[in-house]
């Protein structure tokens, strides 16, 4: 069975189409479920980080839910999860006000995701020549290190784009290989599930994240796996898994994860 859990909608600001598009185009493309997973509230986001707006307001957290749920009524020939996309501070107050909004609705999984290094906010294209002034495999390194440190925090079920550093194309010319096996083994250790994220493809990047190598360490180490296109318009979702499927199959993997009421059930692939 394939699955696409990570699909946003206009509320975070950027992403076009309505709900009902995002479900018939999932539909067409023959998916059998798929879940909302819209960029929970940057209200935790500490002062004094840079300008990131990508997020719905808390007061549309409400409403957010009771359009998934009504979708779930129209079209029971799909399945349709109610997700929710949570990004990582590292910052104590950050977190309780993470924990705090995720308690706000019975999310059937949600995606933890780290998009700030600091106050910079690593994948915006606002902030490019913050990666001109930085070694870039130390920059990688502490990239790793949150999201182990957001791994172990027990709040995330799915780690959300493992290496979206590389998004722009900066890639340090070390191998990478060591810091791969050890977000593995502390991934495998947390208990979470990492997703394929497909988007990547479609930016500078061009490469899913994690990176096929990266895959090839969480698949050693045991880490379930799930999928997400992380789309933004209508014509994404499901885009590019017929790669990702190949892949994942010539790598033994035959199921993925997918949840509900935040508990994980293996399907098979
Ligand atoms: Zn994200
Ligand atoms: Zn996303």
Known sequence: MILDYHIHTTRCGHAEGTMVEYVEKA????????????????????????????AMQETELQDYKNDVLKLRDEYPEITIKLGIEADFFPEKESIAKTKAL??????DYV????????PWPIDSSLYLTEFEKRDLYKTYEEYFSLVIEAAHLGIFDIMGHLDVIKKYGYRPKEDLSSLYIDVAKELKKSGMVFEINTSG?????????????FVKELVEAKVPVTLG?????????????????????????????????????????
């Open 27 to 54: 539909l067409e493309r023959g998916l059998k479920e798929i879940g909302f997973s819209d960029h929970l509230p940057l209200s935790p986001a500490p002062e004094g980080t840079w300008s990131c707006d990508w």
């Open 102 to 107: 995720l308690q706000l609705c019975d999310w």
């Open 229 to 269: 296109s992380d789309s933004h318009s209508p014509d994404e979702v499901g885009k590019d898994f017929g790669y990702v499927v190949s892949l994942l199959k010539s790598l033994g993997v035959d199921e993925i994860a997918s949840f509900s009421k935040r508990k994980k059930v293996m399907v098979s692939l």
């Open 201 to 213: 493809l479609r930016k500078i990047a061009k490469e899913i994240y994690p990176a096929p190598l």
């Open 111 to 118: 995606i933890g995701s780290v998009h700030h290094v600091g």
